[in-house]
Nanobody, 124 residues
Framework: VQLQASGGGLVQAGDSLRLSCAASGRTFTGYVMGWFRQAPGKERDFVARISWSGGSTYYRDSVKGRFTVSRDNAKNMVYLQMNSLKPEDTAVYYC??????????????????WGQGTLVTVSS
């Protein structure tokens, strides 16, 4: 599946942003979708994931209560609503897909398809 992430930008601490990821090429409901982020000089970290139906979500501890992942299967879209942003949220954010038949994981290496990334910069 081909993925295209968008919605990043420069915001101040406490602001909100919504990232979007458009999918094309294969049956969208065949995939678990994930969001990852990579800060300069650091590894790519798991942020959130959502099941193929949208009924199950999971977040890294540092974003729980601030970020919400959702999907619209009719539009082949997945979203990451980010509220109360902090400077430590600054990173390039990536959406990724993993076949739902393979189950859940938080490890980037087990996601097969990736978007190009969108930069989120949070100033203090």
């Amino acid at each position: 599946v081909q993925l295209q992430a968008s919605g990043g930008g420069l915001v101040q601490a406490g602001d909100s942003l919504r990232l979007s990821c458009a999918a094309s090429g294969r049956t969208f409901t065949g995939y678990v979708m994930g969001w990852f982020r990579q800060a300069p000089g650091k590894e790519r970290d798991f942020v959130a994931r959502i099941s193929w139906s949208g009924g199950s979500t999971y977040y890294r501890d540092s974003v729980k209560g601030r970020f919400t992942v959702s999907r619209d299967n009719a539009k082949n879209m997945v979203y990451l609503q980010m509220n109360s942003l902090k400077p430590e949220d600054t990173a390039v954010y990536y959406c990724a897909a993993r076949s739902r038949d393979l189950g859940y994981t938080i490890y980037a290496r087990y996601f097969s398809d990736w978007g190009q990334g969108t930069l989120v910069t949070v100033s203090s």
